[in-house]
């Protein structure tokens, strides 16, 4: 599409941004009538990597906004999670987390390589009616009128367009520039790095889960995307070199695996991408609302971004129609219930990274606790799957889950007094009833 066509068009919604956010926030606002743009720069810096676990309830999401049929054409199945501790966390054991145990959500999620899942749903996005985009263009100025009110400025390859909107989306990813533009302060911390390749599916250790190994080195997933291919990725803690990171990962590979990857390794660069977490001050303001990633993004061990991507879409789209298209009242409901979705993904993934890699005796019966739980109770497995995958986020239950794994630590007591580690114990406990008192109090603050 042309600027001058752009220029002399009217739109109510400008949606800076055609990633999975910004493409399911076009298909879900399609259907109330308005007129969208979606503003998309298209992949001129190279490669790098993101989201391609998806949740059932972004599975469901994306069908039920038409991006998606059912069951999808591309792709893998993943049934849930496999779960696997580091060799020397003896007694850990791997662990299933299947989706088919959790009440309200369907059986299985999907995992696709996100290139190929961005450009369809573009693709798909911009067919729907009321929807065009404008590719090869970027929002570069956002000025404030006299009302308050956002006008953008879009700058395509070789013209711009001002374009007023009564709705501005940022969909920009999480070092959003329309963020900045409006003067949204956020806060933002760099946990890691995580480094990727593709590799042959054949010697995956559990086909059809996502799985997610733990070691002192950091994270590492493996899944199918489909066609024979898996993705592996690596995460790379703040300070450590890459190549020894990886090499320390592999170590804790099954050897058959850890050869196909190594050949892969030899041949070719990994794909790249440094892990945030990005809380920013508010999410609306004045007529500009922030979706996806430039809404707040966090660490991706619990692959939820491309699922809390579609649930912005689906939020906004409620808002909008529930309160007749009144954008003010509209962005006010919406900004309350992200909140909520984004406290619960955070907190999650923060405890268990911590829990997962750090290396103090309270982190390590934190681990353990979890681990023992999951084992144990076919209801708590059920439950930490509803609230890794977003089919929950309220506060109370993941202060009820947290409890529930504290109350494990008794039954390791035994093992910890036989190691000679009561003092350990104690104190992780501390910790843990510390940490689950600020769950409480974080759950009623919401609450009220
Ligand atoms: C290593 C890694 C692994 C991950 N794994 C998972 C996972 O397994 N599952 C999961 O659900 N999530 C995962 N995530 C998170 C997931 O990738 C993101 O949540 C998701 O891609 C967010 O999409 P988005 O559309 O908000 O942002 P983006 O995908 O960043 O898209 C932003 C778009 O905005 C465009 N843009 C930028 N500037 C402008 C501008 N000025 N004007 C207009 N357009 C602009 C960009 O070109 C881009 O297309 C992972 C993230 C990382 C880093």
């Given amino acids: 599409?042309?600027?001058?066509?752009?220029?002399?068009?009217?739109?109510?919604?400008?949606?800076?941004?055609?990633?999975?956010?910004?493409?399911?926030?076009?298909?879900?606002?399609?259907?109330?009538?308005?007129?969208?743009?979606?503003?998309?720069?298209?992949?001129?810096?190279?490669?790098?990597?993101?989201?391609?676990?998806?949740?059932?309830?972004?599975?469901?999401?994306?069908?039920?906004?038409?991006?998606?049929?059912?069951?999808?054409?591309?792709?893998?199945?993943?049934?849930?999670?496999?779960?696997?501790?580091?060799?020397?966390?003896?007694?850990?054991?791997?662990?299933?987390?299947?989706?088919?145990?959790?009440?309200?959500?369907?059986?299985?999620?999907?995992?696709?390589?996100?290139?190929?899942?961005q450009r369809h749903l573009l693709e798909t996005a911009r067919r729907f009616p009321g929807v065009s985009a404008w590719i090869g263009a970027r929002v570069i100025r956002m000025e404030a009128g006299p009302d308050g009110r956002f006008t953008a400025l879009v700058r395509?390859?070789?013209?711009?367009?001002?374009?007023?909107?009564?709705?501005?989306?940022?969909?920009?990813?999480?070092?959003?520039?329309?963020?900045?533009?409006?003067?949204?302060?956020?806060?933002?911390?760099?946990?890691?790095?995580?480094?990727?390749?593709?590799?042959?599916?054949?010697?995956?250790?559990?086909?059809?889960?996502?799985?997610?190994?733990?070691?002192?080195?950091?994270?590492?997933?493996?899944?199918?995307?489909?066609?024979?291919?898996?993705?592996?990725?690596?995460?790379?803690?703040?300070?450590?070199?890459?190549?020894?990171?990886v090499a320390r990962h592999l170590d804790f590979f099954p050897a058959a695996f850890r050869r196909d990857i190594e050949?892969?390794?030899?041949?070719s660069k990994p794909l790249a991408a440094a892990n945030y977490c990005i809380i920013p001050g508010v999410t609306v303001k004045r007529n500009v609302a922030l979706v996806g990633d430039a809404r707040g993004c966090c660490h991706p061990l619990t692959a939820s971004g491309i699922t809390a991507s579609v649930k912005d879409a689906m939020v906004l789209r409620d808002a909008l129609r529930e309160t007749n298209l009144d954008v003010a009242t509209a962005l006010h409901r919406y900004a309350r219930a992200c909140a909520r979705l984004q406290f619960a993904r955070r907190t999650l993934a923060e405890e268990l990274h911590e829990a997962f890699l750090a290396q103090t005796p309270e982190a390590l019966l934190l681990k353990q606790c979890i681990f023992s739980y999951w084992r144990r109770s076919a209801n708590g497995r059920a439950r930490s799957m509803a609230l890794l995958s977003t089919v929950d986020s309220g506060t109370f239950p993941m202060a009820t889950q947290y409890a529930m794994v504290a109350l494990q630590a008794f039954r390791l007591l035994p093992l910890w007094l036989q190691k000679k580690a009561a003092a350990d114990w104690r104190r992780g406990m501390r910790r843990l009833t510390y940490k689950g008192l600020a769950f409480q109090y974080a759950a009623i603050n919401q609450w009220l």
């Fill in 263 to 267: 050949t892969v390794l030899c041949r």
């Fill in 156 to 245: 395509g390859e070789n013209d711009e367009a001002r374009i007023r909107a009564g709705l501005i989306l940022g969909a920009d990813g999480p070092m959003s520039q329309v963020r900045k533009m409006v003067g949204i302060s956020h806060e933002a911390r760099r946990y890691s790095a995580m480094m990727g390749v593709e590799v042959e599916d054949t010697h995956l250790p559990r086909a059809g889960y996502g799985n997610i190994f733990l070691n002192p080195a950091g994270v590492a997933y493996a899944y199918a995307i489909g066609k024979g291919r898996a993705r592996v990725m690596f995460e790379v803690l703040k300070g450590a070199d890459p190549k020894e990171s």
């Fill in 1 to 117: 599409m042309k600027s001058m066509a752009v220029g002399q068009q009217k739109f109510d919604v400008l949606i800076a941004g055609g990633g999975v956010a910004g493409a399911a926030a076009a298909a879900a606002l399609s259907p109330l009538g308005l007129r969208i743009l979606i503003v998309e720069p298209g992949p001129s810096h190279g490669r790098r990597l993101a989201g391609e676990l998806i949740h059932p309830p972004g599975v469901d999401g994306l069908c039920q906004l038409g991006l998606l049929s059912n069951p999808p054409m591309a792709g893998s199945v993943v049934n849930g999670f496999a779960i696997f501790p580091a060799a020397q966390d003896d007694g850990l054991g791997s662990v299933i987390l299947p989706y088919g145990e959790t009440a309200g959500s369907r059986r299985c999620g999907l995992a696709i390589e996100h290139r190929s899942l």
